[in-house]
């Protein structure tokens, strides 16, 4: 594949989920599947970022990859384009657990996605190898990770790229079955009924989110102010509440990413902000809870993590 050709690119991208589009979701295909999957390809064309996911899957199938010796991080797991290449194993259309493209791709496409594998050691040499031969030993850097039980090679493909100057892979390594077994033992797990999924997966967000828990979702739980399925534990939770309560999907999308980094905490909401979501009914415990938040993961990021460890 020309790698600076981004037409060919995105041709190629589409083919591939057209090819893989009924073995996920069979023979006759809901009107939702196909929306869903065009208007990620349009954005993905435009933005100029088919190759990334390309790339990626490329060296996932070259070094024979299995789906137990990785998970995709992050929000580009909310995508259908990654669940039909095998990228993801979350599908976005779950009825339980939705997923919104805009978490990853913004409303308007203004957001590229990105793309960092969570691998085991066999998985990470083996793709280190692949990317050293592809690109050049000098493409692949090994970095320190902010947890410093972790590993990370950062592989600066774009370089190569002229359509796409800024584009790395984050492939990082550590003792997973080490963070499963604290996820396990966490106080939040254990004080919760998690035998249906939908809670499993919000208990994850409340244990890997920042201040969502402690003086927060707690508190609202102990309380009976608020139930289970209303508590912010990922950025969808804000997403979906400003949507059910009628808010615009852009300015839903803009609170939603204020909470998720923790700008509501740092600063507070804006007048503007306040005003629509008091206009629009959000009760004031939720707006409350919002502005205590330090930091949000993504849905997808749960999924893909709890599937790949056996817990969903």
Request: aromatic share 8%; with cysteine; proline share 3%.
């Amino acid at each position: 594949m020309p790698v600076n050709d981004n037409r060919n690119a995105a041709g190629m991208l589409e083919a591939r989920v057209q090819k893989a589009i009924k073995n996920r979701y069979g023979d006759v295909l809901q009107t939702k599947v196909i929306e869903r999957m065009n208007r990620e390809l349009e954005v993905i064309k435009e933005q100029g970022t088919a190759e990334r996911f390309l790339i990626l899957s490329d060296a996932l199938c070259a070094t024979g990859a299995e789906p137990d010796e990785f998970f995709l991080r992050g929000s580009t797991g909310s995508l259908i384009v990654a669940y039909l290449l095998g990228l993801s194993s979350a599908d976005p259309l779950d009825e339980q657990l939705p997923l919104y493209a805009e978490v990853c791709l913004g409303v308007d496409g203004e957001r590229k996605p990105e793309m960092e594998l969570n691998v085991d050691s066999g998985l990470l040499k083996k793709l280190a190898d692949y990317f050293d031969a592809k690109y050049g030993r000098e493409m692949t850097e090994t970095k320190n990770h902010p947890d410093e039980s972790l590993s990370m090679v950062k592989v600066y493909v774009g370089r190569t790229l002229k359509n796409d100057p800024k584009f790395f892979i984050n492939l990082i390594n550590g003792d997973w079955a080490e963070n499963v077994d604290s996820f396990r033992d966490n106080e939040i797990y254990a004080s919760m009924n998690t035998n249906d999924p939908v809670s499993r997966v919000k208990c994850y967000g409340l244990i890997q989110g920042t201040d969502t828990w402690n003086d927060n979702a707690k508190e609202l739980l102990q309380s009976g102010i608020a139930q289970l399925e209303e508590i912010i534990a990922f950025r969808e939770d804000v997403y979906e509440m400003m949507l059910k309560h009628g808010i615009e999907s852009r300015e839903a999308f803009k609170i939603m990413d204020y909470v998720g980094k923790g700008k509501a905490k740092k600063s507070g909401f804006t007048d503007g902000m306040i005003r629509t979501m008091e206009g629009a009914g959000i009760p004031e415990w939720y707006i409350g809870s919002c502005e205590k938040i330090a930091y949000l993961f993504p849905r997808s990021h749960a999924i893909n993590m709890l599937k790949w460890c056996g817990m969903l």
